[in-house]
């Protein structure tokens, strides 16, 4: 089709080739739409060529990102029920990491676009992607960053994937120093964490799975854990407990979506 297009326009006299490549352009366009139809990422709704998803997911998106949220622990809360910087969830708890950046709450499209990105729709790493950036930029503790350190799998969960989820979302953020460290490593498998039903058998369930590398070169530095999860921190916290106990002088979370607002 396109090159019958372009044939017949040659052989009218006279055309200008920039409106000669214009027409081609558009023909091309209304091939590729018609063999392969844009659908929405997230639920397979048609949409525009230009978006990457449809209406009704945006609307979603929209409305479980953004708002206010204690930047200790992540949770909802209004910035006048916070008392020295912290929710009063988080009053006596011994937190690791010393602040959170989170990109919404884990409900409606953000949740069913996780899921999916875990379960191998890696093409939803740049909406996600996206949205990790501007916590990032809203989180507070973006000047203060050195090494960007993804949560690990353990490497036959690792294996099964084919990917680690936390560090293709930790190579879509944009920083002019930040650099990726994977020195950190799961030395334990442990069972689903959202199997476990409460807080502390959460805790129990990541006690010491975690430690670094020999050699490593994590001392002294300011980190920031990337996951794409947060329920009751259970692992963010072992992890930046590891962490500092390897020397890193601060250590920060960037998280996709907090979830569990109920669970203690």
Not at 79 to 94: H, I, S, T
Not at 138 to 161: A, D, K, T, Y
Not at 253 to 262: I, T
Request: aromatic share 6%; proline share 2%.
């Amino acid at each position: 089709m396109i090159f019958i297009l372009r044939d017949k326009l040659h052989k009218i006299r006279g055309v200008d080739s920039r409106k000669l490549k214009e027409l081609t352009g558009i023909g091309f366009q209304g091939l590729k739409q018609l063999l392969w139809p844009a659908v929405c990422i997230n639920c397979g709704a048609s949409i525009s060529e230009e978006d990457n998803l449809c209406n009704h997911c945006w609307d979603e998106l929209l409305s479980c990102t953004g708002g206010d949220y204690c930047r200790r622990c992540g949770r909802d809360v209004s910035r006048f029920g916070l008392l020295e910087g912290a929710c009063p969830d988080c009053q006596g708890k011994e937190i690791y990491f010393d602040g959170i950046g989170r990109s919404g709450v884990y409900k409606d499209a953000l949740q069913r676009m996780i899921l999916s990105f875990k379960r191998g729709g890696t093409e939803l790493d740049k909406v996600l992607g996206h949205l990790a950036n501007s916590a990032f930029e809203g989180s507070g503790f973006i000047n203060e960053i050195e090494i960007f350190v993804p949560v690990p799998l353990h490497w036959s969960r690792r294996l099964l994937r084919g990917y680690n989820q936390s560090l293709i979302v930790a190579k879509k953020l944009k920083h002019s120093a930040g650099k990726i460290n994977t020195e950190l490593v799961r030395i334990r498998r442990t069972k689903s964490q959202p199997l476990m039903a409460s807080a502390a058998a959460r805790a129990r369930n990541v006690k010491g799975a975690f430690g670094v590398r020999r050699g490593h070169k994590l001392a002294g530095r300011n980190i920031c854990l990337v996951d794409d999860i947060k329920t009751t921190g259970a692992t963010l916290n072992e992890c930046a407990k590891t962490l500092k106990q390897a020397g890193a002088s601060k250590v920060f979370a960037l998280v996709l979506a907090v979830a569990g607002q109920d669970v203690r």
